[in-house]
């Protein structure tokens, strides 16, 4: 089974539109097409238990999890706020992504 293309990519800033981190904002520095999750800065916080080794001590660590990509959605580039992803030809044949909300173009 082909992954399914996603309008998310590493480098977005997403709004977390449902869940226990739902309205937080963040950058997204990890992306999983062929199982649509995306890792956020800052989010889905977890705790790992890690072993003393000879490198480092052992001890509690906090780690970002990954959440699914429709559990997000991109933050407008004018507004911040949650919008859909367009994409749209420009004059010169180069194909970008557009903020649905406002028209702007995404980076």
Do not use: C, W
């Not at 992306?31 to 001890?59: C, D, L, W, Y």
Request: proline share 5%; aromatic share 2%; net charge positive.
């Amino acid at each position: 089974m082909r992954a399914p293309k996603l309008k998310i990519k590493k480098g977005d800033q997403v709004v977390v539109i449902t869940g226990k981190d739902k309205g937080a904002k963040g950058e997204v520095t990890k992306v999983f097409p062929e199982t649509a999750r995306i890792i956020v800065q800052g989010i889905n916080m977890a705790v790992k238990h890690k072993k003393p080794s000879q490198v480092s001590a052992g001890g509690l660590e906090k780690q970002e999890r990954s959440i699914h990509v429709s559990n997000v959605a991109l933050a407008d580039p004018k507004s911040g706020k949650p919008t859909r992803v367009g994409y749209k030809v420009l004059k010169d044949g180069k194909k970008v992504r557009v903020a649905k909300k406002s028209g702007e173009t995404i980076a």
